[in-house]
Structure formats: structure tokens, C-alpha cells
């Protein structure tokens, strides 16, 4: 065997291998705290579910920025520094997939350096050119005063989602009436110019609900604009709204709860790390949607401060209406969060949020995701929201009190708490049988009376009796049949009598 053979191959690895660019440092240059970095990087990617050939990608696209960069990572800029290394980097003869790659690969490290540097989240910008950039000057003025102005009533942390909901309602119907009714003053804004409107997106199909939200909207921001002495049409601030009708809660049925939540827990036993912990994280915060109430903007921000584990409660701030409330915890659900919390990862790298996913808050859609996903398999269809109200409906079938169940959802209105006793649920049948039992009792014979049976005389006594307390119609025939039938054996009883008296004594 020649001595060539006799060599080992030296296995591949990426610092071995000098970076094309000059200006890019090779990884053995880099200060030993940037490779410690670079090393918890990949492994984050990895532990947060991407697959092998992603990571690698990603990884080269951050060996590149860093390289250049060559500086303390907690001394980077997360917008500016890799802003001007992704400029250079994508000035490089590289293919268009693989400058798109490289992208996703940057937006991933300046997530990581954002978490690992303990730095707000990017803020999200607002597409204004979109939204109102047809509008006339001074009507796209007026409305971003209107939107700070309602900006002081939202949570800081969900700003960005609330004004882009409030601009989609307001600016909708204001780019097609300024379209199709020009105007140059708020006040030529009247009912007239609504109706039109209105009339389209009916018979576009959209729903009466959605309008109703537009209309409120519009409505608010008119009387903003008259409470600082603007002129406006009172006539448009008398518009009704459309009737919706009284929607009942949709709770779900008992035989498909039981059937989610065995396949949710089977997710938590299966073998891949990843998926496991996945299924102890749905379980937990579906127990809290399920026997707790939450809605799912609560499980979102739901952070590990928030909860007592000795007393089995938790905090909820600034919820909807900016309203804080307590929550009490079953032993179902403290034992499902304990599961989940022992898989979460390492909190120094996490935020204080509860539940995460891939190192961030859930989004506003994760929820409604992940029971799709479970639902599938099983046939059914369950959305978040549904669990709240099954919550509602459980605990007052089970004799909880409505202000109790109103307390602890954090309904406003008590009549909100009451949709939810409906006429087919345990409760009023509940009832129903607890007053028929309680009236069968009345009617029925004391034991000592029955011991010594009463002549006919007390019996018709009895059952006029209970002429006096308040029956229903089929209490009422019952109580006549009874009489009817004392009053046969009274005349039976004389016929008998009468006969003794003529039959002769021997």
C-alpha cells in the first residue's frame, strides 16, 4: 500500500475553506466570542425546526455578513450594519435563488441577534401608499391624526396589528366614495355616499358584519373630526347599521373535544424532539382556551410572571377593553404547562412569553393552524374561539353562576354571558327536572298518610287543596281526573252503604 493511500481524507468542514471575498474574515480570524455566537446560531436554527440543507444556507449567508462586519456581535447594529454587509454581499456574482436564500439566511440572524442581545423586535412598517396614497392630501392628514389619537387605547405590543386593522376599515370605503363621489370637504361625506357604497359591497357578497365594522369606524372618525370643530353632515352619523341578527355561541361537542384532545396528546409522545415539543405546547394552551377561558390574543401574551403556580391562577392584563382579570388553573392544565415549560428551551435565549415558536411569540394565526392541522385527520372543524365558548357553556352546565362565568371570561355584559345558557343546553333542562321533581313532591302523599289510609272525605279535602298553589294546565287536568275519580268512589261507597241497610240481618 503506497503511502499516499495511508492518508486520511480531512473531512470537509467550512473553515477549512477561505471566503472568496477579501474583505470577508475567515472564520479562524473572527474574536472567539463571534464564533461562540455563530455556534449557538446554528444550533437555534436547527432546534427551531429547520431542516439540514436550510441551515447550511442560512448558515453561509451569516459566516459572510459576520465576516465582513468583524465586530462584537453585541455591538451590531440589527438594521444598519446588516443592512450595509447585505449591500455588499449581494453585489457578488450570485445567482437570484441564491441571493434569496442568503436573504432568509440575514433576516434569521438579525431574529436570532435581536434574541440573543435582548432587543426590541423590528417594528413593523405601515404600506401607506397602499392604504390611503389615493386619498386628497388633507383626508390622508386627518386620518393619521385620527390614528394616533386611537393609538393611546391600544397595548403597546400590538399597535402595529391594531392600526392595520383600523386603516383596512376606515381607508376601504374612503378610497371607493372619493373615487366614485369626489369631495374636498368631510362634511360632503352623507348618507348618500354610504348607501352607494353600501349597495356594492352587498352585492359583492361581502358580509353585514364586516360593513357594520366599516360603518362604526367611519362613524368614530367623523366624530373625531367634529369634536375639533370640524364641519360634518349629522345626517351621515344617523345612519343605522345593518341588522346581523343574534348569532348563538358555537361551542363544540363533547364526543369532538374528547377526540382533539387525545390527538393532541398522542403529538406529545411521538418520537421527533421537535414535534413532541410542539404537542405539549397545543395542549397546554388548549387547556387554558378550554377550562380557563382565554381568548387567543391572551394565550399569545401570556408572559411566565403572569402566573401563580402555589394559588393555581394567573393574570391577565390589559386584555380586551384594556381590562386586567384573574384566571383560575386546573390541575390539567398546571400539569400541561409544567410538560411544556420542561421542553421550552433555554429561557435565557426566549422571551418571557409562555408559549413561543421558533424562538418568537405565537402569531396571531398559530392557534388557528395547528387545530386545523389536528381537525384534518379527525373530520371535524374546531376554531380557536370555539374553545372559549365551550368553556362558557361547560361551566354552566356544571351549575357555576352566570356572574361567576361572567367574571371570569371577562365579559362586559352580563346578557353576553347569558347567550351562552341556551334552551338545548344541560342548564334550563337542569332546571326543568330539579321544579318537576320539586312539584311531584307536592302532589304526592305524605308516608304517614299512606300508612293509615284517609276516608274519601280528606282525600277530596287534599285535592282541592292543591287547587291553591300555581299548576300548569297538565297539573291541573291531573288534579280534575283525581277529583272525578274520589267523587266515583264516594257515590260507589253510598251505593254499598244503602244496600247493607235493605239487606235483611239474619
Known amino acids: 500500500m503506497s503511502q499516499a493511500s495511508k492518508v486520511r481524507k480531512r473531512a470537509f468542514h467550512f473553515k477549512y475553506i477561505r471566503p472568496v471575498d477579501p474583505e470577508v474574515r475567515h472564520f479562524d480570524e473572527w474574536l472567539p466570542e463571534n464564533r461562540g455566537f455563530y455556534a449557538q446560531f446554528r444550533q437555534w436554527l436547527k432546534d427551531i425546526g429547520y431542516g439540514e440543507v436550510a441551515v447550511k444556507l442560512y448558515c453561509v449567508a451569516g459566516r459572510q455578513l459576520m465576516g465582513y462586519l468583524n465586530k462584537p456581535y453585541w455591538t451590531i447594529d440589527p438594521e444598519a450594519d446588516l443592512q450595509r454587509a447585505w449591500e455588499h454581499l449581494s453585489q457578488r456574482p450570485l445567482t437570484a435563488s441564491t441571493l434569496s436564500d442568503y436573504h432568509k439566511g440575514l433576516l434569521r440572524l438579525e431574529e436570532y441577534l435581536r434574541l440573543r442581545c435582548h432587543r426590541p423586535a423590528k417594528p413593523k412598517t405601515v404600506n401607506w401608499a397602499y392604504y ?79 360593513l357594520n365594522a366599516e360603518l362604526s369606524c367611519l362613524k368614530h372618525f367623523v366624530l373625531y373630526l367634529k369634536e375639533h370643530d370640524r364641519q360634518v353632515c349629522e345626517r351621515f352619523l344617523l345612519v343605522d347599521y345593518l341588522d346581523e341578527g343574534k348569532n348563538l355561541p358555537k361551542d363544540v361537542p363533547m364526543d369532538q373535544l374528547r377526540m382533539l384532545q387525545q390527538a393532541i396528546q398522542q403529538q406529545g409522545t411521538v418520537a421527533h424532539t421537535g414535534l413532541q415539543r410542539l404537542g405539549h405546547m397545543d395542549l397546554a394552551w388548549f387547556l387554558l382556551m378550554l377550562q380557563s377561558g382565554l381568548r387567543t390574543c391572551e394565550v399569545r401574551n401570556l408572559r411566565l410572571k403572569d402566573i401563580d403556580w402555589e394559588s393555581q391562577r394567573a393574570r391577565i ?34 422571551s418571557d412569553h409562555v408559549f413561543v415558536f421558533r424562538h418568537a411569540p405565537l402569531s396571531s394565526t398559530y392557534c388557528f393552524e395547528r387545530l386545523r392541522t389536528y381537525c384534518k385527520p379527525l373530520g371535524i372543524h374546531v376554531a380557536p374561539h370555539q374553545l372559549r365558548h365551550s368553556c362558557a357553556t361547560l361551566l354552566l352546565n356544571s351549575g357555576a353562576p352566570v356572574l361567576t362565568v361572567q367574571t371570569l371570561l371577562g365579559h362586559k355584559w352580563v346578557d353576553t354571558t347569558l347567550g351562552y345558557a341556551r334552551l338545548y343546553d344541560g342548564t334550563v333542562a337542569a332546571d326543568y327536572y330539579q321544579a318537576m321533581s320539586g312539584l311531584e313532591k307536592r302532589l304526592a302523599l305524605p308516608e304517614d298518610k299512606l300508612a293509615q289510609p284517609a276516608n274519601i272525605g280528606q282525600l277530596l279535602a287534599m285535592v282541592d287543596a292543591l287547587h291553591q298553589g300555581t299548576l300548569n294546565e297538565s297539573q291541573i287536568n291531573l288534579v280534575q281526573q283525581l277529583r272525578a275519580g274520589l267523587m266515583t268512589l264516594t257515590e260507589r261507597e253510598n251505593f254499598i252503604d244503602d244496600v247493607k241497610v235493605l239487606t235483611p240481618v239474619d
Open 317 to 350: 392584563e390589559q386584555s380586551k377593553n384594556m381590562k386586567d382579570r384573574i384566571i383560575f388553573l386546573s390541575q390539567a392544565t398546571i400539569d400541561a404547562l409544567k410538560a411544556y415549560l420542561e421542553v421550552r428551551g433555554v429561557p435565557e435565549a426566549l
Open 132 to 210: 390611503i396614497g389615493s386619498l386628497p392630501g388633507w383626508l390622508q392628514a386627518d386620518i393619521r391624526e385620527f390614528l394616533l389619537h386611537l393609538q393611546r387605547n391600544w397595548r403597546a405590543d400590538r399597535q402595529a396589528e391594531s392600526r392595520k386593522n383600523a386603516l383596512s376599515r376606515l381607508s376601504g370605503s374612503l378610497r371607493w366614495m372619493t373615487a366614485h363621489f369626489p369631495f374636498d370637504d368631510i362634511q360632503q361625506l352623507n348618507p348618500q355616499t354610504w348607501y352607494a357604497y353600501l349597495d356594492e359591497r352587498l352585492a359583492a357578497g361581502i358580509a353585514g358584519k364586516s
